[in-house]
């Protein structure tokens, strides 16, 4: 047996490369990696390509070779890791993350419990505490860093059921109130959490595109009047199709009053807090019980940053902190474990990077970025106009939304949506409200400065240019048909 012990040591041994080894890899892995990002402003926002088979699983090959396979892997598709990405919600995601990831992983502190690793611990702690502060929450505020916002979603919403006692016996007459512009993300969280049994009510929006608060106090009315428990009203600070933030101070009045959960999806617009206008346009969200803000988008972090802030922190506790007869050893008095604030257990120090950047950084240098971005939104918004584009409202924030405006105009804008992506040098994504397509601009990767904006804008002037034509071209065959 001891022979047979002594073999398998020796196999295993290649889990664990020797100095040279890990030198050698290190250095291909890290000059890999500072060229992609070096490219990165003049690689195209996306790329138009079939992704190229990937090896078996089986025998070990070559670092060298597998490099190879992730560089073609990743070429496809959106570029979001560049600047020329303002579909959707870009981020960027900060080299100095990947570093901070790196040192969590290779270190790997099992950071879910204080026991185990106190300073990782006060890591998360200390990014948790300081997104409590820039928010105005109190200090009996506390979170937990998630994934991203889904998650963050899934925690806030299951800790107001909690709070609310929502069982069996209530949930078919409890009222959760949206509007059409609340994020899909949430309704899957309703789901998880079994509040799809509720009664979902989905309140229309002004032409701002913010939730409606007359008809919400209407409604909120005649659920009273009809014997059901207004519990819940999921408010947006910075939607993804057009960036409208919710006026919030208003929705914390109508929830004071009822005493429903003020619940805020900051996941896009809640780091925007550290700019002076953002804090205006943000206002009351301090005032809110829950919220969650997406670090992998308005903090620049690479994607699987989330994070939720409920404003009672015993109420978060209440319904995430369990204990386990074998994690005996572990327990300690006056102390938040981060396994007591969320769904996981064993996790990594996921707030390392984000708390590397930000010490290395300065928070000064993200307040700037975010200032930017939102003056780029503005420049775009006001160039797109005038290039003959209509225009929705004027953004709240770093998102902001165009179209054609002649012709078979759905038509138009899918041919431009399409074109957009055939050319690939900056990355649009497109909406569909209330029947018509708007192409969104969204402005909010670190990569992003004056030099795409201003691309984009000569981009969509040609584009346009084109889609006129062809209309023209279309125009005249139909006269001669008929
Ligand atoms: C992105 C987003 C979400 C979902 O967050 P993920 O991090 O993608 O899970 C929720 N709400 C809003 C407003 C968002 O922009």
Redesign the pocket.
């Known amino acids: 047996m001891i022979d047979e012990i002594q073999s398998l040591e020796k196999l295993t041994m290649f889990l664990e490369p020797d100095e040279k080894k890990m030198r050698e890899i290190s250095s291909e892995a890290a000059g890999y990696l500072h060229k992609y990002v070096l490219g990165l402003s003049d690689a195209k926002g996306f790329v138009q390509e079939s992704t190229a088979d990937l090896p078996s699983i089986g025998e070990s090959k070559s670092f060298s070779n597998l490099l190879t396979v992730i560089d073609h892997a990743y070429e496809d598709g959106i570029n979001s890791a560049s600047g020329r990405h303002l579909g959707f919600?870009p981020g960027g995601g900060l080299w100095l993350s990947g570093i901070a990831d790196y040192i969590a992983a290779v270190t790997n502190k099992y950071a879910g419990v204080t026991f185990s690793a106190p300073g990782a611990v006060k890591i998360d702690k200390a990014v948790i505490e300081w997104m409590v502060s820039i928010v105005g929450y109190p200090q009996t505020a506390y979170g937990d860093l998630t994934s991203?916002?889904?998650?963050a979603?899934l925690i806030a919403i299951q800790t107001a059921r909690d709070a609310f006692k929502i069982n069996s016996q209530n949930v078919r007459s409890s009222v959760i109130y949206v509007s059409t512009q609340t994020?899909h993300?949430?309704k899957k969280a309703l789901h998880t959490t079994g509040l799809d049994e509720a009664i979902l009510k989905i309140i229309p929006v002004d032409e701002e595109y913010r939730m409606d608060l007359n008809i919400l106090q209407k409604e909120i009315s005649i659920d009273q009047a009809a014997g059901h428990i207004p519990f819940l009203v999921i408010a947006?600070a910075?939607?993804?199709d057009t960036g409208a933030i919710d006026d919030l101070s208003a929705i914390a009045d109508i929830c004071e009053k009822h005493a429903i959960w003020f619940h805020v999806?900051a996941?896009?617009g809640g780091f925007f807090v550290l700019t002076d206008e953002g804090k205006k346009k943000l206002k009351g969200i301090e005032r809110s019980d829950s919220l969650?803000m997406?670090p992998?988008?308005s903090l620049f972090i690479p994607y699987g940053s989330?994070a939720v802030l409920i404003r009672d922190r015993k109420k978060l506790l209440d319904s995430f902190s369990f204990r386990a007869n074998y994690l005996h050893d572990v327990y300690a008095e006056e102390v938040i474990d981060p396994a007591d604030t969320g769904l996981e257990l064993s996790r990594h120090n996921r707030a390392l990077r984000i708390w590397l950047p930000l010490q290395f950084h300065g928070i000064d240098v993200f307040k700037a970025a975010l200032k930017e971005k939102l003056l780029l939104c503005r420049y775009f918004f006001d160039e797109i106009a005038k290039a003959g584009f209509e225009t929705g409202p004027a953004p709240h924030l770093s998102v902001c939304i165009f179209r054609y405006p002649e012709g078979d105009e759905n038509a138009i804008n899918q041919m431009l949506v399409d074109d957009i992506k055939k050319e690939g040098t900056v990355y649009l994504s497109s909406t569909k409200m209330k029947g018509k397509i708007w192409i969104r601009c969204a402005v909010l990767s670190h990569r992003t400065h004056f030099r795409v904006i201003d691309l984009c804008i000569r981009m969509m002037i040609r584009l346009k240019q084109k889609v006129t034509q062809n209309e023209k071209i279309v125009l005249k065959q139909n006269v001669r048909a008929e």
Do not use: E, R
Not at 148 to 151: H, I, N
């Open positions: 919600i991203g916002g889904s998650t979603s994020h993300s949430t947006s910075g939607t993804t999806d996941a896009y969650i997406d992998h988008k989330g």
